[in-house]
Structure formats: structure tokens, C-alpha cells
């Protein structure tokens, strides 16, 4: 039976930023990636899985017949992959669909597709724009090579205000998804961020409600009543904790909880936290409306 190949569109701002490695042949990644129903890509082609709608309401600004000025979203799973989708049109269930896989930022995307890159072609096309709005992409050249540069031509930027198009390069790859080593369990605990008070060291792990404790050369790990974080945005810019003399606050999207040096645990909200400010054993929070990424 033949490997499962999927072909991924790559934005080149993740490669440019450095959130991605540039791509390689023969090297195994994982992508966060979004499904766009489109006929207007070069890389277009027709992928049949199953949706799982979002409970969302349709967000305003994309057009399609049937749902016009609408898009819908939700999770597109098919054999061994799954993509966020997001289309003009309400679907449910077993779909064949015509469109392409994109990888960009993790922070806009919650579902991942992992493979070993079997081949790897830089995309040039050209935009032509009418009163500094794109309407339309065509293919000028598509080219293999063994790995993508960090730098990819992209005109967008700099394009002059009288300028009707400008060339703009991505990266395809193809990703194997068979070929691919076994995942390895993931470690008790990943750091995510530090607090200290007096002799106490606390950490918060990256996902999981834990924080270890280290006084001197003893170590303790204490879970706390939370729910488990797959998501970047709330890891990196939510969520946080806060030590003092008799334990630590942890504090996010879920709320707020509190782990005390004796062991012991429990939640004091459940209103999200935005930001916190720690005086002696005070605690400022700062709670806030919370705007989750579809």
C-alpha cells in the first residue's frame, strides 16, 4: 500500500519570523495547519475527509454562494491528518472538497498535520491588484529544491501606490505521513515560567495544571485543578505564576488557583486573568474578557 502524501502550502512570514525551519527533504516536521476551500490557488486540489462543525456562529467578511459574506469553520479530519477548515458554505460530515492545505502561525491554528518532507518546491505567482485590493493569483514558476531559503520574494510590502501587481513566493512541500518515527511520550513536566519568594523556586508547566517546587535540593510536583492547555496563545501570554512566602498562584484563561507550600490546592475563580502584580503575600489580579481564536 502506498504512503499517505499530503501537500502543505508553507507561509513564508513563519518561515521569515522563525516560528518554522525552513524546510528540508527528508526531515520530519509538524505543521499547524488550516484547510482553505478555494478554487483560486495554484496548489488547489481535491481532498475528501469528514467536518466536524464549529458550535461558533459564522464569522462576517468572506463571501460564497450559499453563504454569502459568511464563513463557517470547524475541524476537516481525514486518514491520519487534521486541519482547521474554515468555507463559504454550512457542511457537516463526509465532504469532498477542493482547496489547500495551509501551514502559518501555531497561534491560529489548533490542529496539526506531522510528516517527513519528501519534496519541497518554492511557488512564485503573481498578484494583480485593483485600488490596493488583490484580486486575483496566477502561477509564474514553480521550482524543486532540496531545501526552502529563509527569505522568499515578496513584493506586497513595498509595492508603489500606482502598481497594479507584485510577485510573491511560498513554499509547497509534501509531507509523508507514514514514514515517520513513533512520538515519544511526552516528559512529566515542561517548563513554561519561573516565580521565586525567599528560598522557594516555582514553575509552571507549559500545558499541563502543574508547577514544580524547589527549595534548596527538595522537589516537589503538585497538580492543581485546572483544565489541560493545548493551545499557544493561552501557554505564552496568559498564562502565569506567582510565588510567595506560602505558595503560588497560577493564573490564565481558566481562572485562578492557589498551591500552598504544605501541598495543598484549590481554585479561587474562575474568571480569566489577564495580568497579575504580587506584593508580599498579595495578590492584584486584573480579569478580563477573553477573545478565543476560532
Known amino acids: 500500500m502506498a504512503n499517505r502524501i499530503?501537500?502543505?502550502?508553507?507561509?513564508p512570514h513563519a518561515i521569515g519570523d522563525g516560528e518554522m525551519s525552513p524546510p528540508v527533504v527528508g526531515q520530519v516536521v509538524t505543521y499547524a495547519v488550516t484547510f482553505e476551500e478555494s478554487d483560486r490557488f495554484p496548489d488547489a486540489h481535491s481532498v475528501r475527509g469528514v467536518i466536524e462543525p464549529s458550535p461558533e456562529p459564522p464569522r462576517p467578511g468572506r463571501g460564497g454562494v450559499g453563504g454569502e459574506g459568511f464563513t463557517w469553520s470547524g475541524v476537516f479530519r481525514g486518514e491520519g491528518w487534521a486541519a482547521d477548515w474554515a468555507g463559504p458554505r454550512?457542511?457537516?460530515g463526509p465532504v469532498d472538497l477542493r482547496g489547500h492545505f495551509f501551514a502559518s502561525f501555531s497561534a491560529l491554528c489548533r490542529n496539526e498535520i506531522r510528516g517527513r518532507v519528501t519534496r519541497v518546491r518554492i511557488v512564485g505567482e503573481?498578484?494583480?491588484y485593483d485600488r490596493g485590493i488583490p484580486t486575483a493569483r496566477a502561477l509564474q514558476a514553480m521550482r524543486d529544491v532540496e531545501a526552502a531559503p529563509q527569505r522568499l520574494i515578496d513584493e506586497r510590502?513595498?509595492?508603489?501606490?500606482?502598481?497594479d501587481e507584485c510577485l510573491v513566493e511560498s513554499v509547497l512541500v509534501d509531507l509523508d505521513l507514514d514514514d515517520v518515527p513513533e512520538l515519544q511520550p511526552r516528559p512529566a513536566f515542561l517548563p513554561l515560567k519561573v516565580s521565586a519568594a525567599d528560598d522557594d523556586l516555582w514553575l509552571l508547566d507549559r500545558q499541563l495544571p502543574r508547577v514544580v517546587?524547589?527549595?534548596g535540593e527538595s522537589i516537589s510536583i503538585h497538580d492543581y485543578p485546572a483544565p489541560v492547555v493545548d493551545h499557544w496563545m493561552e501557554n505564552d501570554r496568559l498564562r502565569a505564576v506567582h510565588?510567595?512566602?506560602?505558595g503560588c498562584w497560577v493564573?490564565?484563561?481558566?481562572g485562578l488557583c492557589w498551591i500552598g507550600v504544605d501541598g495543598s490546592t484549590s481554585r479561587l475563580s474562575d474568571r480569566p486573568i489577564a495580568a497579575c502584580a504580587v506584593h508580599d503575600d498579595t495578590l492584584l489580579a486584573c480579569t478580563a474578557r477573553i477573545t478565543t481564536i476560532p
Open 6 to 11: 499530503v501537500t502543505v502550502l508553507v507561509d
Open 90 to 92: 454550512p457542511r457537516l
Open 126 to 128: 503573481r498578484w494583480t
Open 157 to 163: 510590502s513595498d509595492r508603489s501606490a500606482g502598481r
Open 213 to 215: 517546587r524547589r527549595r
Open 243 to 246: 510565588a510567595a512566602a506560602a
Open 251 to 254: 493564573s490564565g484563561r481558566s
